[in-house]
């Protein structure tokens, strides 16, 4: 009572709205209860009066915020009071300086404070303001957080890992495929960053060479002391050089030289670098530009991805990832173009020493090797031949195709070879598959026949699959290139012979090499009789 009546000396203050004093009137019955000291009452009233002493320049804000408590409100006044030094961290209920505002309209009971709330008062000191800022900037970091969230989900929605006729009901799945999709997805881009950059440094090197406009002069470089190890980053910046000047010989050549000069200089040079016989080199190099014949060499320096097929006679693709996924394996799959295939990106333990493998469940092949049995496009209950199957990628891919129904003859002339076709095809558990182990030019025209879709994936010289194989650098000579091609041909006639022609279904042949060079390839069928 005391309290509310120094707050009347004040004079007659103008009336207040009802909502700024509602956080009064909820403390109003624990407050007639807890008055029991003089002494206190004494000390609280003199902080109140200095209190109140501030409100004529900073007056409470009516339009408090739900989430502000009354805690907050009193510790804002006490501050205000006491120290006056430390700013609020986080917005609080603020003063305003309208001079017409006052407590005029409160009696004594609503505008007394009791006990309790200077009890409040009390235990809000500055370490529990300290404290309340760091709630506050919780709260504000996990907002953020809330939001980057969001941000990113609209800015790049997820999409589903799998193909569309695959079972995606599984929620916990689904958010396991895309957190394994944005791992892959980082890998690519650390690869791509990587490959701009070498890049760039090609770019770079080239630009440096012509700063000043001079020509290089690449054959000033290639007069080296003999018996001396060449300098492969002195090299390799030759090679850039010397097809830069091809490409513009006009401006840029030396007076004397001429084309033949520079592209003998080049090839020999590559021979160095990339370590060719200057005979597959030539070859390789005359089937592209010059510019194209580099990213061919560089290309094959490369290792290929790792790819598995997931056989779909004893699993699907989606419960193959899972597994995997559960053993530390990173992967994805490898296309919307394949509805089997998986990328490997990391591994914790060996791809072909796992239970899924050992169970058939998948077979380590590369990507490119599914794009003959697709394109060949096998039916269920069909008669098919493949002609050269080991190691029995693409015969077991037939297979899961046909649903194992229908008979396929996988044959492989090499004996050797033939027992780890027949490991893989009992492993992946192919069951309408017959191995022979016979000469396909002559044997099958002649003893079976008749198949509704054949696939010849030749024998051939490997310079396609470099990257996996490097000692084709170095193994084929010139008479290679005379006796593959001409076995092809032979292979690709009995082939023919060996199709139905008047099948209802099929009546289809695929013929296909690991080989980029043209005898190999188009020479063969253009010189085929049909």
């Not at 004494?42 to 915020?65: C, F, I, S």
């Not at 409040?120 to 939001?147: A, F, R, Y």
């Not at 051939?460 to 650098?473: L, N, Q």
Request: proline share 5%; charged share 30%.
């Amino acid at each position: 009572m005391g309290k509310g009546r120094r707050m009347k000396k004040q004079g007659p203050p103008a009336p207040l709205d009802e909502s700024k004093i509602t956080l009064y009137k909820k403390r109003k019955a624990g407050d007639v209860e807890s008055k029991t000291e003089s002494g206190k009452k004494r000390r609280r009233a003199e902080e109140e009066e200095e209190v109140l002493k501030a409100v004529p320049k900073k007056k409470v804000n009516g339009a408090v915020k739900g989430k502000e408590n009354k805690a907050e409100t009193a510790a804002v006044s006490k501050k205000d009071a006491k120290s006056k030094s430390k700013p609020a961290a986080k917005e609080k209920p603020t003063f305003m300086d309208s001079d017409d505002e006052d407590m005029s309209d409160l009696d004594d009971d609503e505008i007394e404070m009791g006990e309790d709330e200077f009890d409040d008062l009390d235990g809000i000191s500055d370490g529990s303001m300290d404290s309340q800022e760091e709630m506050d900037s919780d709260e504000e970091e996990e907002e953020d957080e809330d939001s980057v969230m969001d941000s990113e989900e609209e800015d790049h929605p997820r999409e589903a890992m799998f193909s569309d006729d695959e079972d995606l009901s599984d929620a916990e799945e689904k958010l396991t495929a895309a957190n394994i999709e944005g791992l892959s997805r980082k890998l690519d881009e650390t690869r791509q960053a990587e490959e701009e950059e070498a890049q760039r440094e090609l770019q770079e090197s080239a630009m440096q060479t012509n700063i000043a406009g001079d020509r290089p002069d690449v054959f000033a470089d290639a007069e080296g002391k003999p018996g001396l190890a060449p300098d492969l980053q002195l090299l390799r910046t030759r090679i850039t050089d010397t097809i830069r000047v091809l490409g513009d010989l006009k401006t840029l050549g030396q007076p004397g030289k001429s084309r033949a000069d520079y592209l003998q200089l080049l090839l020999d040079d590559i021979c160095t670098y990339y370590g060719y016989t200057p005979f597959l080199a030539e070859k390789l190099f005359n089937l592209f530009t010059p510019m194209e014949a580099f990213a061919f060499f560089e290309a094959n320096e490369t290792p290929r991805p790792v790819v598995i097929r997931t056989n779909t006679l004893r699993t699907n693709r989606r419960s193959l990832a899972q597994a995997l996924i559960n053993r530390g394996v990173v992967l994805e799959p490898v296309g919307k173009w394949s509805k089997v295939g998986l990328q490997v990106f990391e591994s914790a333990v060996p791809l072909g020493a796992t239970p899924e493998y050992l169970a058939g469940h998948y077979i380590l092949q590369a990507a490119s090797s599914f794009l003959p049995v697709m394109a060949l496009a096998p039916q269920p209950s069909e008669r098919v031949l493949d002609m050269a199957a080991a190691p029995g990628g693409k015969t077991t891919y037939i297979s899961a195709l046909m649903r194992n129904t229908g008979c396929v003859i996988a044959n492989d002339a090499s004996k050797p070879r033939a027992k780890g076709l027949i490991g893989n095809i009992h492993r992946l558990g192919c069951k309408n598959t017959i191995v022979t182990n016979l000469d396909a030019r002559t044997a099958f025209p002649k003893a079976l026949g008749g198949f509704d879709r054949v696939l010849l994936d030749a024998p051939c010289t490997g310079t396609g699959v470099i990257s996996k194989d490097p000692s084709v650098k170095t193994s084929k000579n010139e008479r290679d290139f005379l006796a593959i091609p001409h076995m092809q041909r032979n292979l690709l006639l009995a082939a023919i012979d060996s199709v139905d022609h008047a099948s209802k279904t099929g009546g289809y042949i695929v013929y296909s090499t690991c080989s980029v060079t043209v005898e190999e390839n188009e020479a063969v069928v253009h010189s085929t009789p049909r």
